[in-house]
Structures are given as structure tokens and as C-alpha cells.
């Protein structure tokens, strides 16, 4: 392997040094510009009381609480909307991949109309558009739609809330306990213990599901009380999310599975692993290595698309902090470098996660 030129380090070097030399001078220049109108600078106005409500969190907060509670409720609500839209993005887009190349024309037909047609559209309108068709389809509470302990209606979706026993966290312990001893020792011990390892795990499963105590919503009076509400503006903020993100997401896996050699999907059905098996073991590991880069890039546009959340009023990072935060306390420097951090922050933690399951893939590979 070729050393590295030191020539290189040292202009690599030398654009570090500018950088940060740049941001310490607009920071000492933000500093003075403050001073010299008499704002008072700096993050004390974390622990000042809020006054506000947040109308869907994660952790315990009410109008007594402070600024940073309050960043860090907007900062939960933004990670989850953001990793729901990711995994459902993901999901979608790889269904829809598969649909563009299926052998079947009307199949592919309908997968390029769904990604010409939404990938034409701008989000906002999307999300807009959602909003209002869902919340003009959605029952009031009295005639909510309900299914399997669910209820649906215009002030959210209620599900059950589970709530962890003695015995369901045996249970749990012991399927973590699985997952190690099979990742470490079983892994490669053939079919049948593969397959009776996942018996086991299933039933585990099954079974801290069975020993949770479950709080189950239920109609009292004009609203819905007990269970776990999730408000529409969340469920229409991952769903437009997933739907946008799933275009280009299926353009990335198609292109990926595109890339991987013709030869590789002949030779598994020449084993006689079928279609299916084929499209799985063979085509599928390869057509990720070579999308990873770009769907990482997906990933992190879902994290940054996630602020529109203001345009349904979802209380996210933006809408909390960059905004009603920002327009109380006035600490306008503190509070956008706190959320631009964030959100750099988050973006380069997904990029680096993808670059390192990257490198671990090819390492295994070369094995």
C-alpha cells in the first residue's frame, strides 16, 4: 500500500487550520456584534422555565419545564420521525426497486408511475396534501375506526401501551441472550439449528409480548383516554416522509441492483435456489454494497426534510427550538448554532454509521 504524501497531509492541514479559523472569527465577530447592542450572549437560558406546552413527546414535559428539556423533547421527536421514515423509506423503495425490474410489464409500469409521479412533486405539497385528505377522512372520537385494540379518529391514532413486568423482562433478557450466543457460536452451525434458533426466538418473543401489561384505549366521554395516542400530524409527517424518500430510495436499489453482474443471478438458479432465494442470498447483499453510498445520502435528506414538520405543526427540533424558543428568549446566535449543530450532528453520525457497515461489508467480503 502507497504511504501517504506529506504534501497532502500538509494542504489538508492547512484547510482544517483555515476552517476553523474561519468559525472562530465569525463567532468572536457574532460575540462583539452582541456586546455592542447589548444582548446578552450565552446558554444560561437553558435552565430558565419554558411556558409552553409540547403536544406530543417522549419524556415527561409541561410548561414548567425548562429551554433544555424542551431541545431535548424536539430533539427525540425529530430522531423518531426521522428513523421511521428511514426504515419505512427503505422498505418501500426496495419493493418498488424490485417492481421496476420485474418481468412482468404492467408490475413495471406501475412501479415507474409511482416514482415519476412522486418524485416530480414537491414534499410540501405532498405533506399539505396528506394533511388535509386525512384529517377531512378521520371520524370524530365517538365514531372511531377501530381494530385489534386500535383507535382511529381526527385527534390521533391510540394504541395500546405496553408496560414491562418482572416476568416479560425475563423473557426479553433471555432472547438478547439468544441473539448473542447465535451471533457469536451458532451462526454458521447449519439449517436446523439456524431454524431452531429462531423457533426460540419467536416463542421468547411471544412471550414477553404475552407477560406485558397492556393499558388499552378506550372511548370515556368525548375524548379517548388509557393507551398510547399518537397525534395525526405525526402519522402524516412519516407517512409523506416514507412515501417522497421511497422514489429515490427505489431509484438507488435499482440502480444497485443493476450494477451487480447479470452471471450472479444465472449462477444461483443454476444451484436450484429459485427466484426468490436467488433475489435474496445472491443479487441482494451485492446490490446494497453498491447502493450504500448514495442511500446514505437519502438517509440524510430525510433528516433535513424532517423540519417541514412546522407545516403541519408537529413539534420537532425546528418548530420547538428554532422557533418558539428563539422568539421568547430572543437568544437568536445560541439557538440557531444549537439546532444547525444538531442537525450536522445527526447527518454526519448516519453517514459515518453508513460508511463504516460499508467498510465492515467489504472487509467481508475480502474474506
Known amino acids: 500500500m502507497r504511504p501517504p504524501d506529506r504534501r497532502a497531509r500538509s494542504v489538508q492541514l492547512l484547510i482544517y487550520l483555515a476552517v476553523a479559523a474561519v468559525a472562530i472569527a465569525a463567532a468572536l465577530f457574532a460575540i462583539e456584534t452582541l456586546r455592542a447592542r447589548g444582548i446578552k450572549a450565552g446558554f444560561g437560558f437553558l435552565w430558565n422555565t419554558a411556558g409552553f406546552d409540547i403536544g406530543f413527546t417522549l419524556i415527561a414535559f409541561d410548561a414548567t419545564s425548562s429551554y433544555g428539556l424542551a431541545f431535548l423533547a424536539a430533539l427525540l421527536n425529530t430522531l423518531l420521525v426521522s428513523g421511521l421514515a428511514i426504515v419505512l423509506a427503505t422498505a418501500i423503495g426496495l419493493v418498488v426497486a424490485v417492481a421496476r425490474l420485474a418481468p412482468i410489464p404492467a408490475i413495471r409500469a406501475a412501479g415507474r408511475t409511482y416514482v415519476e409521479a412522486v418524485r416530480n412533486t ?8 396528506l394533511y388535509f385528505l386525512v384529517l377531512g377522512a378521520l371520524p370524530p372520537p365517538r365514531q372511531s375506526f377501530t381494530f385489534a385494540g386500535v383507535l382511529v379518529n381526527n385527534r390521533g391514532i391510540f394504541v395500546p401501551a405496553p408496560s414491562i413486568t418482572a416476568a ?10 439468544l441473539a448473542i450466543v447465535y451471533r457469536l457460536y451458532l451462526r454458521r452451525a447449519g439449517p ?4 431452531l434458533s429462531a423457533a426460540a426466538a419467536a416463542a421468547l418473543g411471544a412471550a414477553a409480548l404475552w ?3 397492556w393499558d388499552l384505549p378506550a372511548l370515556r366521554g368525548l375524548n379517548v383516554r388509557g393507551g398510547m395516542a399518537l397525534v395525526p400530524e405525526f402519522a402524516v409527517l412519516v407517512t409523506a416522509l416514507a412515501i417522497y424518500t421511497a422514489a429515490f430510495v427505489a431509484e438507488t436499489f435499482r440502480s444497485g441492483f ?3 453482474p447479470q452471471g450472479q443471478g ?4 443454476a444451484l436450484g435456489l429459485g427466484r426468490a432465494r436467488t433475489l435474496r442470498l445472491v443479487v441482494l ?10 442511500l446514505a445520502s437519502q438517509y440524510v435528506n430525510v433528516i433535513k426534510a424532517s423540519s417541514l414538520a412546522a407545516a403541519v405543526g408537529f413539534p420537532d427540533l425546528m418548530q420547538v427550538f428554532g422557533k418558539t424558543t428563539l422568539n421568547q428568549t430572543g437568544q437568536a446566535v445560541e439557538v440557531i448554532a444549537m439546532t444547525m449543530a444538531v442537525y450536522l450532528a445527526i447527518s454526519m453520525a448516519v453517514a459515518g454509521a453508513t460508511q463504516l457497515y460499508e467498510r465492515s461489508g467489504q472487509g467481508g467480503a475480502r474474506a
Open 122 to 129: 414537491p414534499l410540501l405539497l405532498q405533506l399539505l396534501a
Open 168 to 177: 416479560a423482562g425475563y423473557a426479553l433478557l433471555a432472547l438478547a441472550a
Open 192 to 195: 436446523i439449528v439456524a431454524g
Open 211 to 213: 407477560l406485558m401489561q
Open 258 to 260: 443493476l450494477a451487480v
Open 266 to 269: 444465472e449462477a444461483g438458479l
Open 285 to 294: 447483499p451485492q446490490a446494497v454494497r453498491a447502493a450504500l453510498p448514495p
